[in-house]
């Protein structure tokens, strides 16, 4: 059986909680926490990082710091899972749903343009299977439109854009360790903060609307209700054994890569033949190996080489029906521009197995799967 993901695990993780344990308080914002937010801090150059229970709090406590609401339109990619969306249209914010490009599944630049109205107040780039949406546009048009961009790196940790830490250029950049991601704790999050005049206001908005913050660094002598917040910290037990995650992060990552390029060249042969189409990356970015995906033909092949695989006790996966077309995108958004990528190619799109220290053995097993499917 080779499964489609196993979630990472360093082996350091059970001393790191057994060590929060003994601390004794397990509320957020303790000693594990802090040392999980200074390593995000100095990876990424982020004025601050703030761990939450999830990527989708990160995202929801971007919309609270922007203060989207009714009226405000947010442009995202309608190839991405539901919190990029959700968490903005929890807010109340209309969905502007756009196309992205076949090569990287990454937003369309010039689709996100065309989208932007007197009302657009944030473009959320997802930087898919970690491989960095293109972000030199994206920044010479979001400042000429003097719009916020909040990244979406859920998936995207350790990866670069003209060397620069994915997540950190952005005004705020949202980043998961949900059990499925690179770096994970089962469910967990952070917000990356670039511009530091957000910062006090983030950590009341994390903190039930308190100073509380500001109280534990003596800088007030009793903390008080501030703002309208909510309780986004993630506990102690939790952030001891991501600290473990996050310190073996460069290795683990480049493991992962390691097993991607195999995919690479085992699978070039199929792609010269015509028969699957492989993915493309970024100029001037790094990624971190966090998918790797092949599209098929059509829908039926895609369906069937999932099946020819599952078969074969290997795990494969579909990804994301397109936002714009599932129920809840219908009514909380509006598609932007042609639908030229976004529909034909999540139903061409199948995802392979990849995880830590995955047997390049068993890289060569799917692939030899793949190529018999065809016939090659
Ligand atoms: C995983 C993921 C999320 C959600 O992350 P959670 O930590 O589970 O909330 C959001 N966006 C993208 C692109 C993701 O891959």
């Given at each position: 059986?080779i499964?489609?993901?196993?979630?990472?695990?360093?082996?350091?993780?059970?001393e790191?909680?057994?060590?929060a344990?003994?601390a004794?308080?397990?509320s957020?914002?303790?000693?594990f926490?802090r040392?999980?937010e200074?390593?995000?801090?100095s990876?990424?150059?982020?004025a601050?990082?703030?761990?939450v229970?999830?990527?989708?709090?990160?995202?929801e406590?971007?919309?609270?710091?922007?203060?989207?609401?009714?009226?405000?339109?947010?442009?995202?990619?309608?190839?991405?899972?539901?919190s990029?969306?959700?968490?903005?249209?929890?807010?109340?914010?209309t969905i502007?749903?756009v196309?992205?490009?076949?090569?990287?599944?990454?937003?369309d630049v010039?689709?996100?343009a065309?989208?932007?109205?007197k009302?657009t107040?944030?473009?959320v780039?997802v930087?898919?299977?970690?491989?960095?949406c293109?972000m030199?546009?994206?920044?010479?048009?979001?400042?000429a439109?003097?719009?916020?961009?909040?990244e979406?790196a859920a998936?995207?940790l350790?990866?670069?854009?003209r060397?620069?830490?994915?997540?950190?250029?952005?005004a705020?950049?949202?980043?998961s360790?949900?059990?499925?991601k690179n770096?994970?704790c089962?469910e967990?999050?952070a917000?990356?903060?670039?511009?530091?005049?957000?910062?006090?206001?983030?950590?009341i908005?994390?903190?039930?609307?308190?100073?509380?913050?500001?109280?534990?660094?003596?800088?007030?002598?009793?903390?008080?209700?501030?703002?309208?917040?909510?309780?986004?910290?993630?506990?102690?037990?939790?952030?001891?054994?991501?600290?473990a995650?996050?310190?073996?992060?460069p290795?683990?990552?480049a493991?992962?890569?390691?097993?991607?390029?195999?995919?690479?060249?085992a699978?070039?042969?199929l792609?010269?033949?015509?028969?699957i189409?492989?993915?493309?990356?970024?100029?001037?970015?790094t990624?971190?190996?966090?998918?790797?995906?092949v599209?098929t033909?059509?829908?039926a092949e895609?369906v069937?080489?999932?099946?020819?695989?599952?078969?074969?006790?290997?795990?494969?996966?579909?990804?994301y029906?397109?936002?714009?077309?599932?129920?809840?995108?219908?009514r909380?958004g509006?598609?932007?521009?042609?639908?030229?990528?976004?529909?034909?190619?999540?139903?061409?799109?199948?995802?392979?197995?990849?995880?830590?220290?995955?047997?390049s053995a068993?890289v060569?097993t799917?692939?030899?799967?793949?190529?018999?499917?065809?016939?090659?």
């Amino acid at each position: 059986m080779i499964p489609l993901f196993r979630p990472t695990l360093t082996g350091l993780e059970p001393e790191r909680v057994a060590a929060a344990m003994a601390a004794g308080s397990l509320s957020g914002a303790g000693a594990f926490g802090r040392r999980c937010e200074a390593w995000l801090e100095s990876a990424t150059g982020c004025a601050r990082a703030l761990l939450v229970p999830s990527c989708t709090h990160a995202l929801e406590l971007s919309a609270m710091l922007l203060g989207i609401g009714p009226g405000d339109e947010v442009i995202v990619p309608s190839f991405t899972f539901s919190s990029t969306a959700s968490a903005f249209a929890l807010h109340g914010a209309t969905i502007v749903f756009v196309d992205v490009l076949a090569g990287t599944m990454n937003m369309d630049v010039a689709a996100a343009a065309a989208a932007i109205t007197k009302r657009t107040r944030a473009i959320v780039p997802v930087h898919y299977a970690g491989n960095a949406c293109d972000m030199g546009a994206l920044i010479s048009l979001a400042s000429a439109a003097n719009v916020t961009i909040v990244e979406d790196a859920a998936q995207a940790l350790g990866s670069t854009y003209r060397e620069r830490p994915l997540g950190s250029l952005g005004a705020l950049g949202a980043l998961s360790f949900h059990s499925t991601k690179n770096i994970q704790c089962g469910e967990g999050g952070a917000l990356l903060i670039g511009d530091p005049a957000m910062v006090d206001r983030a950590e009341i908005l994390r903190e039930k609307g308190t100073d509380r913050a500001r109280f534990l660094r003596g800088e007030v002598d009793r903390y008080a209700w501030q703002e309208v917040g909510s309780s986004l910290l993630l506990g102690e037990l939790p952030a001891a054994y991501l600290s473990a995650q996050l310190e073996a992060s460069p290795e683990v990552n480049a493991r992962r890569v390691a097993s991607w390029e195999q995919y690479q060249a085992a699978l070039a042969p199929l792609e010269r033949a015509g028969h699957i189409e492989l993915p493309r990356t970024t100029p001037e970015a790094t990624h971190n190996g966090h998918i790797f995906y092949v599209k098929t033909r059509s829908r039926a092949e895609q369906v069937a080489l999932s099946g020819a695989l599952k078969a074969r006790d290997i795990g494969a996966a579909f990804h994301y029906v397109p936002l714009h077309s599932a129920p809840a995108g219908v009514r909380v958004g509006r598609f932007s521009g042609d639908d030229r990528v976004t529909t034909a190619d999540s139903a061409r799109l199948l995802r392979l197995p990849l995880y830590d220290r995955m047997e390049s053995a068993d890289v060569e097993t799917v692939a030899a799967a793949i190529a018999q499917f065809y016939g090659a």
